[in-house]
């Protein structure tokens, strides 16, 4: 765990990671988002390992490093690929510094695991598809940390992560993608939970969705969130026990190609639940893709 320190702009990647402040098994310190962001990314790995029995980021037990305290006012926390890292900012007007939101972290560190894995194109459905993995996880690890089944979950991605006076509950809706906030400052939650409602969202908002969100990879990924969501809950228990490891079953054996597309990944998943849950796990996860408007090509 490092401390980033005020860093003003990306062109200071070359800081990170910068002053240590708690290396793995030393007491917690006085710095209460090195703690935070410490434990977080534990529970995180503790997870992988338990469930999926995977070790870190990369399966070979890779050293998991994390800055804390970087950029100035940065409502952000993500995986640097290149320098296969950690970072977090101090918040800003709208956000906390998500060093506490379990579900955030265990997003961003599974962003990690594709690029070891699947290998996902940042780009359109395949980048869509890259952020949903990585909402199932981190929701997973949320749902592990508060001991949820599916059902009884909320479903809810960066809930708290929002400062109070924004109008919302969270960053994402897995359950109800769209509705997680509506503010006349930080913007509205355009996710759509059907292929249906692509045409009219491309018409009101297709520049933002072309030119700044790399095709739609926060947006789209709403539709494949409300699917897992779906199967998870039809499957009933733990969303791990199941609808998780048919998730990981692709994403972990790399079934899907780089520039997967939101029907091939489906036809994976339910090719991924017959064989390691038999048929009836096939139809529901079918069913689940069926009703966002995902249908297997002909």
């Not at 101090?90 to 265990?106: A, E």
């Not at 045409?199 to 969705?209: E, V, Y």
């Not at 699917?227 to 990981?248: D, N, P, R």
């Amino acid at each position: 765990m490092q401390n980033g320190g005020n860093v003003q702009d990306p062109s200071t990647f070359d800081l990170l990671p910068g002053k240590p402040a708690r290396m793995e098994g030393e007491k917690a310190t006085k710095d209460e988002e090195v703690n935070e962001a410490y434990d977080m990314a534990l529970h995180v790995l503790q997870f992988y390992k338990k469930f999926l029995n995977y070790d870190s980021l990369d399966g070979q037990a890779m050293e998991v490093k994390s800055s804390v305290h970087f950029g100035n006012k940065l409502g952000n926390a993500f995986w640097l690929g290149s320098h296969e890292q950690m970072v977090y900012g101090d918040g800003n007007s709208f956000l906390h510094n998500f060093t506490g939101c379990v579900d955030v972290i265990g997003h961003e560190m599974t962003h990690a695991v594709i690029q070891y894995s699947a290998a996902l194109i940042y780009r359109n459905e395949s980048g869509a598809l890259n952020e949903h993995i990585s909402d199932a996880f981190g929701i997973m690890v949320k749902q592990m940390y508060e001991n949820e089944m599916a059902e009884h979950a909320d479903w809810l991605i960066g809930e708290g992560c929002l400062l109070p006076g924004v109008k919302g509950v969270a960053l994402r809706s897995m359950k109800n993608p769209g509705t997680a906030y509506n503010d006349p400052r930080f913007g509205s939650d355009l996710q759509p939970s059907h292929t249906d409602q692509i045409p009219d969202l491309m018409k009101k908002h297709g520049d933002f969705i072309r030119n700044r969100d790399y095709g739609g990879v926060h947006v789209l990924s709403g539709i494949p969130n409300r699917a897992f969501y779906l199967a998870a809950v039809a499957f009933g228990g733990y969303s791990w026990e199941k609808a998780g490891k048919i998730w990981w079953k692709v994403v972990s054996e790399r079934a899907i190609p780089p520039n997967c597309t939101f029907i091939q990944f489906a036809d994976a998943t339910v090719d991924a639940a017959e064989a390691l849950f038999g048929t009836e796990a096939a139809v529901i996860v079918r069913n689940a893709w069926n009703q966002v408007g995902v249908a297997r090509k002909v």
